[in-house]
């Protein structure tokens, strides 16, 4: 996947990964960005300063009509989706004990947002030939968000079915990757360091805490080569791997982390 002149949608793009996607998108030469969140007036704000390519559209990622209207106007519009980036998420900071509200909205974010992604642009992708579904699943997707059950959950669940996709329509000329950054510089983060959350601080004790513009540079590098992880932190590979060799013994060392934390 080269950006130059293709049309790529971003989900979540007022802020944080989505916005810095965004920006590196057009900086990369895409024809067009469409900036697609539940804000509309911070993805205005983002598409003003990614520039003329970009286009700010409102949507909430857990209504299925408006993501197929957004995929349908971004249609319209420039003819045809390149990149569709399902990068919309949502965090709880909740246990078992969290709120049926809580996990459904964590569900119908971080899962069905992607499910409804990949129903409203795989029709278009697929007679065109080709097209990419970048999916933002966290590395909780394949190793687990100490205190955040939703989260871990649903972002299990992300790249399950991220991989199914990449499984089932990859010889159709569809790519699918999963995004699956660990401790990033976001507002999500950045809460829960403040309010004293365990998973938090989990999360920055287990790695370099990157800016959002290095999970794009990741991210631009992994759709080059169209690898199905892209792991910004490279070290995530090396838990996943441990995490499979030695259940036991990987649970083992984050408790032993959660009781140093908690000291």
């Known amino acids: 996947m080269n950006l130059t002149d293709r049309v790529a949608v971003v989900t979540g793009g007022a ?50 009509d408006q993501v197929r209207e957004l995929v349908a106007d971004t249609e319209r519009r420039y003819g045809r989706i390149d990149l569709f980036c399902a990068n919309a998420g949502v965090s709880t900071g909740g246990g078992v004990e969290a709120a049926d509200a809580d996990w459904d909205r964590a ?41 955040d059950a939703p989260y871990t959950a649903t972002k299990h669940a992300a790249v399950g079915f991220a991989e199914w996709l990449a499984i089932t329509y990859r010889d159709r000329g569809v790519r699918v990757s999963a995004l699956c950054p660990q401790g990033v510089d976001t507002p999500m983060l950045a809460d829960g360091l403040a309010s004293g959350h365990l998973g938090a601080q989990v999360i920055a004790a287990s790695g370099a805490v990157l800016t959002p513009d290095q999970v794009a540079d990741a991210t631009i590098a992994g759709l080059a080569e169209e690898r199905f992880l892209i792991l910004p932190h490279p070290e995530v590979a090396g838990y996943a791997l441990r995490r499979a060799q030695d259940p036991d013994g990987w649970q083992a060392g984050l408790r032993k982390l959660v009781r140093r934390l908690r000291a």
């Open 15 to 64: 802020g944080g990964i989505g916005a810095a996607l965004a920006r590196r998108f057009a900086a990369e030469g895409a024809a067009a960005v469409v900036v697609a969140d539940l804000d509309a007036a911070a993805a205005a704000v983002v598409a003003e300063q990614v520039g003329p390519v970009a286009h700010a559209v409102a949507v909430d990622v857990t209504v299925e």
């Open 107 to 147: 569900w119908r974010v971080n899962v069905l947002h992607h499910v409804y992604a990949a129903r409203a642009a795989l029709p278009g992708m697929l007679e065109r030939g080709g097209g990419y579904l970048l999916h933002t699943c966290s590395a909780a997707g394949v190793l687990t968000a100490v205190g």
